[in-house]
Each structure stands twice: as structure tokens, then as C-alpha cells.
């Protein structure tokens, strides 16, 4: 440590802070946020674990089920924190992660909405209006307040898909993503 710090302090003339400095592999190093990792064709950044774990945090926070705002509103923040982030991180390789993180908003979504739609009346015109057959509908609406597990049942799927939340204003992770790295890498 003594010889690297002497050498960037004479011969470079930058001033260490020997508080703040450490020797560490390139894979452990975080920087600004991204972390580093060896791939065939070298060394390559993507978001640290700890910058993908605070932005779930963000994310979880902007989608709990007891917090009643308006759907629209909850959108146009959750958007708001998207695309920041991506724009922010969209030098990285994180494909699989935004896959991830997609699918996994998209249910907290449908939790919200199936929640949103307390009583059995509400849910049955609710799906008959995204287009689900009647008696699918009429046998979907009365699953109770089981939100996660309805969420993830492919009624729900189909009837709240990734078109339906664009529709609604929603940002996709994913795609909002390889639009932004598809600029930055070119």
C-alpha cells in the first residue's frame, strides 16, 4: 500500500487519502456504484450488488400494497425512479437483472390492482373489462385476498400483461433498458 500511495503521490502528484484507499481485486472494487467483472473480451462494469439491492428497496417501496395513491400516480413515480436509474446504469451489462426486476414489478403491479379491487363484483367487471371470458371471470373473482398467489396466476397474467401496464403508462425494465445501452454502447 505504502509503495502504490508513494508512487501516485511523486510521480503523478495526486494527493491519497489513505482513509478512503484500499488495494482490492477489480471484482470487489465498487466505484460509483458499479461493480467489474472479467469476461472474454475483458473487464467489463455493471451496477453493484448493492446499487441493485437499494434500487429493489426504492422499487418495493414505491409498490406496497397499504400505501393508497392512485395508480396512475404510483406509475408516473415508479417511472420517474426507472428511468433514472437506467439512464444512470445503462453502460453496465445488466440484462439478466432488468429481466428479473421486470417480472418482479410487474407482479407487485398486479398485487396493487387485484387489492385495489376489494369486493368480488368489482373484480369480475374488472376482468370482464381486460377482456377475459365471462366464466373465467366469474370463477377468478372470488379467490379472496390471496394477492401474491393470484398475481401470479396466468389469468392474471394474461388479463394485466406488459402491453396492458405500457398501456397505462408503465416503463418496462427491460426494454427501457436496451434502448438506453443500444446509445451508450454505439
Known amino acids: 500500500m505504502h509503495s502504490v500511495s508513494s ?3 511523486k510521480r503523478l502528484g495526486l494527493k491519497v487519502n489513505m482513509t478512503k484507499t484500499k488495494i482490492v481485486r477489480p471484482n470487489k472494487l465498487k466505484y460509483l456504484g458499479f461493480g467489474f467483472w472479467k469476461s472474454p473480451k475483458g ?8 446499487s441493485v439491492q437499494s434500487f429493489k428497496r426504492k422499487l418495493k417501496q414505491l409498490t406496497m400494497r397499504k400505501w393508497s395513491i392512485d395508480l396512475i400516480t404510483r406509475i408516473e413515480r415508479l417511472n420517474w425512479v426507472i428511468r433514472g436509474w437506467i439512464n444512470y446504469f ?3 451489462n445488466m440484462k439478466s437483472i432488468m429481466t428479473q ?3 418482479r414489478l410487474r407482479t407487485r403491479i ?13 373484480r369480475l367487471w374488472g376482468l370482464l373489462k381486460l377482456g377475459v371470458a365471462r366464466w373465467i ?25 406488459k402491453p396492458a401496464l405500457a ?8 426494454d427501457y433498458y436496451l434502448e438506453r445501452h443500444a446509445l451508450k454502447v454505439s
Do not use: F, M, T
Not at 110 to 122: H, L, N, Y
Not at 144 to 161: C, E, N, P, T
Open 137 to 161: 371471470a366469474d370463477k377468478v373473482s372470488g379467490w379472496g385476498d390471496h394477492y401474491q398467489l393470484v398475481a401470479q396466476k396466468s389469468v392474471l397474467k394474461r388479463a394485466i400483461s
Open 7 to 9: 508512487y501516485i503521490e
Open 110 to 122: 398486479r398485487v396493487i390492482i387485484w387489492k385495489q379491487w376489494k369486493k368480488k363484483a368489482k
Open 43 to 50: 473487464w467489463k462494469c455493471r451496477p453493484h450488488q448493492d
Open 167 to 174: 398501456k397505462r403508462g408503465l416503463v418496462s425494465c427491460l
Open 90 to 92: 445503462s453502460l453496465g
Open 101 to 103: 426486476i421486470d417480472e
